[in-house]
C-alpha cells in the first residue's frame, strides 16, 4: 500500500471510531496530522497521547451533569501531566468539584487551578482571548531562535498561560514574546525546565 493511501486509510478508520467510541478516535487523527508537531516535542509521544487522554476524560466527567455545565466554563489543558484548568465557575463548590476531578484522572501530576469564581465569560471574551492566543503563537512561530512547537498557549481573560518542556532561557523568551502582544494583560509560565 502506497504511503499516502495508508494514511487516507488511517483517517478514514479514524473517523469511523469517532462515530463509535467517542473521544479515542480523535487522538488517533490528531496523531496522524500533527506528524511535524511530533518531531520537535520534548514529550514521548505516551505522553502526548496521554495529554490528549487527559483532557478529554477531564472535559467530560466535568461536563457529565447538564445542570452543572451551564453554570461553568471551564477549559482543560494537559501537558506533559501538568493540567491547567481555566475559566469560570459560578460557585466555590462547582470551582472545588472541577479540581477535584482533575485530580482524579489517571496520569495527572500536578493541577494548576485558575478558574475564578465569576459570572460565565461572553462570547466575544471568548473570541478575543482566541485571537490574542492566535497572535501569541504567530509571533512565537516566526521569532527565529524559538520552536513555538515547544509550548502551549491559553489565554482567558486577557491572562495568557504559556506551558511546555523548555528551556528556561526558551521560556523566559516565550513569556517576553507573549508579554509584548497587544491584549495581553499578564503571562503565566507554567513551564518545567530541562
Not at 43 to 49: G, I, K, Q
Not at 72 to 80: D, K, Q, V
Not at 97 to 107: E, G, K, S
Not at 130 to 157: C, D, G, P, R
Amino acid at each position: 500500500m502506497k504511503p499516502l493511501t495508508l494514511k487516507v486509510h488511517l483517517l478514514l478508520i479514524c473517523l469511523i471510531l469517532a462515530q463509535l467510541q467517542g473521544c479515542a478516535a480523535p487522538l488517533l487523527v490528531a496523531g496522524a496530522a500533527g506528524g511535524a508537531t511530533v518531531a520537535t516535542d520534548k514529550r514521548s509521544a505516551r505522553s502526548m497521547v496521554d495529554d490528549q487522554l487527559i483532557e478529554s476524560k477531564t472535559k467530560d466527567k466535568i461536563y457529565a451533569d447538564a445542570e452543572v455545565a451551564k453554570k461553568i466554563h471551564i477549559n482543560i489543558t494537559s501537558y506533559n501531566g501538568v493540567v491547567l484548568l481555566t475559566g469560570e465557575a459560578l460557585s466555590n463548590s462547582l470551582r472545588a468539584r472541577a479540581i477535584n476531578i482533575a485530580r482524579q484522572i489517571n496520569n495527572v501530576r500536578r493541577v494548576h487551578n485558575e478558574i475564578r469564581v465569576a459570572d460565565l465569560t461572553s462570547f466575544g471574551s471568548r473570541t478575543n482571548d482566541s485571537w490574542i492566543t492566535s497572535k501569541v503563537k504567530t509571533q512565537m512561530f516566526t521569532a527565529k531562535e524559538f520552536k513555538s512547537s515547544q509550548v502551549k498557549v491559553v489565554t482567558e481573560a486577557g491572562t495568557v498561560y504559556i506551558m511546555g518542556l523548555v528551556t528556561k532561557e526558551a521560556g523566559n523568551r516565550a513569556a517576553e514574546i507573549a508579554r509584548n502582544v497587544s491584549g495581553v494583560k499578564r503571562v503565566v509560565k507554567i513551564f518545567e525546565y530541562l
